[in-house]
């Protein structure tokens, strides 16, 4: 309004003595108030027009308009006419209306007065002041204050305790006086003047013009009542109209009165339950949803419209809060499955299990509202809130992909959340940073809070800093309905817009559902402790379904009676199941399923894996193609150096040798000929942290022009996906491990960008991945690959933490299986997980290979290497790699040592990157007859047959594990009981070294002198193995230069001693 005043007065021609507004509204009709120019326009000085050459002129035309008015212009009709009529000298002269398109910022004064309700109308050119026009932009104004803040004012909280944490204005909702008038004054006589409505408001529906009282009546009902909308932070003017549209006309929230009985009937299921299990074990720990009970038909009419829209298949993300309800009502869980969980029975197949308020299912359904199927499935997951959100994400990504679902019209998620957790949780911020990403988009998730306006014991006061729990999804322009959850009209309406919303645009959108928990954190937990007054007013408050049912009976949609019957037929359905229930003598892990794979155990061997070599054709081809810029693209310009890295990859297929970039190219690529799916990501993975990799070829004068060779080795490979990720652990790698587990056809990895950023991401690895089968029976094949090695790097850039995984492993040290044909499939078969430290490219493209030659799927934890990509000698050749060969758990020694086993005095085993310092250390001294070295591959599961082997052909030499790592880390705590287990059967005559005998210092450490003792000792006593490596530490590396090469100078010189 100031702007517009300056340019007023700017070009007022008739002075600042007279107020503004008249002299606007004097002027013609068709006159254009400049809003917001940048350029300010003024009309010229009038000139006299009687002088001696036009005089003649104007008589001329003068005599013709008296004879004829019609034979003039229109604009000399006008000017003698008004002459003719008294007009003052110089205001004879009217201007022909202006058809010309008005300007930018510039509108008719005009469309700012209604030519209705009583107004004057400016074409009269009656003078109005400048308070029309201020009215007016003051009624706009209070508009877009509705939409804007009008969420502050509405009646949300079934409690009426508080709405949002706004400590300027206390805890209780503000009024909407204050929020919404607070600078805008008007009178009653006002309330009935009738103002234009914006176009960017649809309160009128059909009507252009309404009165102020009508316009704040509408405004509140839309803004101020059960709902409130967070959309104007949203920078599109199409999708804030979309929701006003939906929001803003009147009845928008009428349902039909067969829709309140579907509510009712869904409501009454949903509350019956809880009843149900209340009544049966009321003394049991379930995380009931007395308080949120629409939480049900909430989910259920999302279902029903997104089916009607399309969907087909809807994978959801919950908390343990109504988890049991939502598998009951809402996915049709069989009742009496659910019932014996509550029995204590022991299970009838393998697996530890999970409570039952943790545990997933996929049902396929006829929803019967839309009469189409829908496959529904809630993810298992554990009790760290919201770590789910991720998996959910990746597995519909996945699912998406294998259905050519490329704009999520098929497969859409559903994430459940608390109002605690969606607040406090950090992956939540990490999952919708994911949600626009072009590789991990899932093209929109309807999120609905389940708030209970408490986390645990913790007010919302203490346990966020924003104004709602929902706030974090405003970064991603989502839009956020709160609404009451005691109004469930209100909330089905909410429902059907998040729904539209979703399959309208493909964004994400959140429901938050204010409501409120009747009993503890759990139904054992007393939360008067701490709520004293909340939960005297929830004892107070009458539930859902008791208002509604009311207010249905009241409008005289149901009766009592119907009401009643409605009740007892659920509770006959629940009586039944229970019943049923008690005759069952054993639960199923495997009905608790969320991720089937249809057909893939069928008629195969268990222990039976395919080869993994491959025939050098193919490895040529591969090498070739990968070497090579586009086919066919001399304009595509590379990186000088990039051609360097192509030409001598070239040389190397040429030579019959890979390095370790080359040997995963040609794993990749041999499993896309296969038909096998690969899907490579993490932060920088297309480059790769070290540049090595360089999957991805840019274009170096065009934007965005690259060229992946992988994805175009065949005509008819399976789909390469390469992408970089957002910089997030755990957000990514619980959107792999979803991923992973949808299709056992596929390669999945992720790769850390130092491997100790995986602890960032400890969450998924413990509660996903570690444990995942043994919880849940959901297998997965899934690939880490942690970059590992003590190089200098200091602290954070050495450890991918090898002992965690180590110690997550789940095989017995105290326990050796009998060997047989089939060890090690057996072996693979049984644990939980496959850690690795691969020492050659061979080694890489081998176990790569075998995580698809398996019968069943494993995750594989693979400790990469970070100098040994360019190490000369870390080269294989294509003999290690071709049709016939294997992936080696271990890889023996077959120099000098090898051939005169007997005369060996040290076997030093290790794993990874440190066989090449102690090559080059035992080269160096020429100890290559005393010393075999011998590499151990796979960590886990241990290799015992395999090590029994090459203990047994040393029989002379003293065995040590050497490691880089420090003592307390790496795999000596647990490689030390498993080789003490396969040694106690073994009893030999054996050299003895002075730094067997040393001090106990020189023994927890493995420091001692260089000296020798030709000492035989007992042949009954086993052999035993001790340590070299570094002292134990609390950091993982040391940030000195100095001090490790200290350090590695310490290690090698122990590994020479004799």
Not at 442 to 461: E, K, L
Request: contains cysteine.
């Amino acid at each position: 309004m100031h702007r517009a005043r300056a340019v007023f007065v700017v070009s007022n021609k008739v002075g600042s003595s007279e107020r503004f507004a008249s002299w606007l509204l004097n002027k013609p009709q068709t006159a254009a108030v400049t809003v917001n120019a940048n350029r300010l326009k003024s009309s010229t000085a009038a000139e006299p027009f009687l002088n001696g050459s036009s005089s003649a002129y104007v008589e001329t035309m003068y005599n013709t308009w008296l004879s004829d008015p019609n034979s003039v212009h229109a604009s000399w009709d006008a000017f003698f006419r008004n002459a003719t009529n008294g007009a003052q000298p110089g205001a004879a002269y009217q201007s022909p209306p202006n058809l010309a398109p008005y300007s930018k910022n510039e509108v008719p004064l005009t469309s700012l007065v209604p030519a209705s309700g009583g107004m004057p109308s400016i074409s009269a050119g009656s003078p109005i002041n400048e308070k029309i026009i201020d009215d007016h932009l003051a009624v706009q104004a209070i508009i877009r204050s509705y939409q804007a803040r009008g969420h502050l004012a509405a009646d949300v909280d079934p409690l009426g305790i508080t709405t949002a944490n706004l400590p300027d204005l206390g805890m209780r909702a503000p009024s909407s006086e204050l929020i919404m008038r607070k600078y805008f004054k008007f009178d009653e006589a006002d309330m009935d003047r009738v103002f234009k409505l914006p176009s960017t408001t649809f309160i009128g529906e059909k009507e252009k013009a309404l009165p102020l009282r009508e316009i704040l009546n509408r405004l509140e009902q839309a803004y101020c009542n059960n709902i409130g909308i967070e959309f104007m932070f949203i920078n599109s003017l199409e999708q804030c109209n979309w929701i006003r549209q939906r929001m803003e006309p009147p009845n928008v929230t009428k349902m039909s009165n067969d829709q309140k009985r579907l509510i009712l009937a869904r409501l009454t299921r949903s509350t019956g339950f809880e009843n149900f299990l209340a009544k049966k074990w009321s003394s049991e720990k379930r995380f009931g949803l007395e308080g949120c009970e629409i939480l049900i038909p909430a989910m259920k009419q999302v279902i029903d419209v997104s089916t009607r829209l399309g969907v087909e298949s809807i994978i959801m993300g919950m908390p343990h809060r109504g988890r049991l309800n939502v598998l009951a009502n809402v996915c049709r869980k069989p009742l009496h499955q659910l019932f014996t969980q509550f029995a204590g029975l022991e299970a009838e197949d393998d697996g530890s299990g999970d409570v039952k308020y943790h545990l997933g299912t996929y049902i396929e359904r006829l929803n019967r509202v839309t009469n189409k199927n829908i496959r529904l499935a809630v993810c298992a997951n554990p009790s760290h809130l919201e770590a789910v959100d991720p998996v959910v994400q990746g597995k519909t990504r996945a699912e998406q992909f294998y259905r050519g679902d490329n704009e999520g019209k098929k497969v859409m998620s559903i994430l459940l959340h608390g109002d605690a957790a969606f607040a406090g949780q950090g992956v939540v911020f990490e999952t919708m940073h994911l949600s626009d990403l072009p590789a991990y988009t899932t093209h929109g998730t309807i999120h609905i809070v389940a708030n209970n306006q408490i986390g645990f014991t913790t007010d919302p006061r203490h346990s966020r800093s924003s104004a709602y729990c929902t706030d974090v999804a405003r970064v991603v322009n989502a839009p956020i309905f709160h609404v009451n959850g005691d109004n469930p009209e209100a909330v089905m309406h909410v429902c059907n817009v998040a729904a539209e919303w979703r399959a309208t645009f493909h964004k994400d959108v959140v429901i938050d559902i204010v409501s409120y928990r009747r009993n503890g954190h759990n139904e054992v937990d007393e939360p008067m402790f701490t709520q004293p007054l909340m939960y005297r007013t929830i004892r107070k408050t009458k539930p859902v379904l008791e208002k509604y049912a009311d207010q249905l009976i009241s409008e005289g949609v149901v009766t009592a009676e119907e009401v009643k019957d409605v009740k007892d037929k659920y509770e006959k359905i629940c009586e039944d199941a229970y019943n049923q229930a008690k005759q069952e003598t054993h639960i199923k892990y495997k009905d608790w399923l969320d991720s089937p794979w249809s057909g893939f155990f069928e008629g195969k061997d268990p222990l039976k894996m395919s080869a993994t070599g491959v025939v050098e054709e193919t490895l040529v081809h591969i090498g070739k193609r990968f070497s090579s810029p586009p086919p066919n693209a001399a304009e595509f310009e590379i990186h000088k150096g990039l051609l360097r890295i192509l030409k001598s990859r070239m040389e190397m297929v040429e030579n019959r040798t890979v390095d370790w970039a080359l040997a995963e190219a040609m794993a990749f690529g041999s499993l896309l000929k296969e038909g096998i799916h690969v899907r490579l990501s993490g932060e920088d993975v297309e480059r790769g942290t070290f540049s090595h990799r360089h999957h991805v070829l840019h274009h170096q004068k065009v934007d965005k022009a690259t060229y992946c060779p992988l994805a175009h080795l065949y005509p008819d490979q399976a789909p390469y996906t390469v992408c970089n990720s957002s910089l997030s652990e755990y957000g990514v790698l619980g959107f792999e491990v979803g991923y992973s587990v949808t299709n056992p056809n596929a390669l999945v990895l992720w790769e850390a960008q130092f491997g100790d950023f995986n602890n960032v991401a400890q969450c998924i690895i413990d509660q996903f991945i570690s444990s995942g089968q043994a919880k849940w029976v959901r297998q997965s094949g899934l690939v880490l690959l942690q970059p590992h090695g003590m190089e200098g790097m200091g602290p954070e850039h050495s450890s991918a933490r090898l002992e965690r995984f180590l110690q997550m492993s789940a095989d017995d040290p105290d326990y050796m299986p009998p060997e047989c044909s089939d060890y090690e499939v057996r072996q693979l078969h049984d644990c939980n997980w496959i850690v690795a430290n691969c020492s050659t490219p061979a080694s890489y493209f081998h176990i790569l290979r075998r995580q698809i030659a398996l019968p069943f799927r494993k995750p594989l934890i693979i400790m990469t290497p970070k100098s040994l990509l360019r190490h000369p000698e870390a080269r294989s050749s294509f003999d290690e790699m071709v049709d016939g060969t294997n992936f080696r758990r271990v890889i023996t020694d077959d120099g000098p040592a090898a051939k005169d086993p007997s005369s060996v005095r040290k076997l030093s085993f290790c794993t990874g990157r440190v066989y090449y310092d102690l090559l080059k250390e035992r080269r160096d001294r020429g100890l290559e007859k005393d010393i075999a070295i011998c590499r151990v591959e796979q960590i886990s599961p241990f290799p015992y047959d395999l090590i029994k082997a090459e203990v047994a052909k040393y029989p002379n030499a003293q065995l040590v594990w050497t490691q880089e790592e420090h003592k307390n880390m790496g795999s000596w705590s647990y490689i030390e009981p498993r080789f003490r287990t396969l040694l106690q059967n073994q009893k030999h005559i054996r050299a003895k070294s002075h730094s067997q005998e040393g001090s106990w210092f020189s023994q927890l450490f493995g420091r001692s002198q260089p000296a020798r003792q030709t000492v035989e000792t007992d042949c009954e006593k086993p052999r035993t193995i001790s340590y070299n490596g570094r002292a134990t530490a609390a950091s993982p590396a040391t940030g000195s230069k100095a001090a490790h090469n200290k350090e590695l100078k310490n290690l090698l010189d122990e590994f020479c001693v004799l």
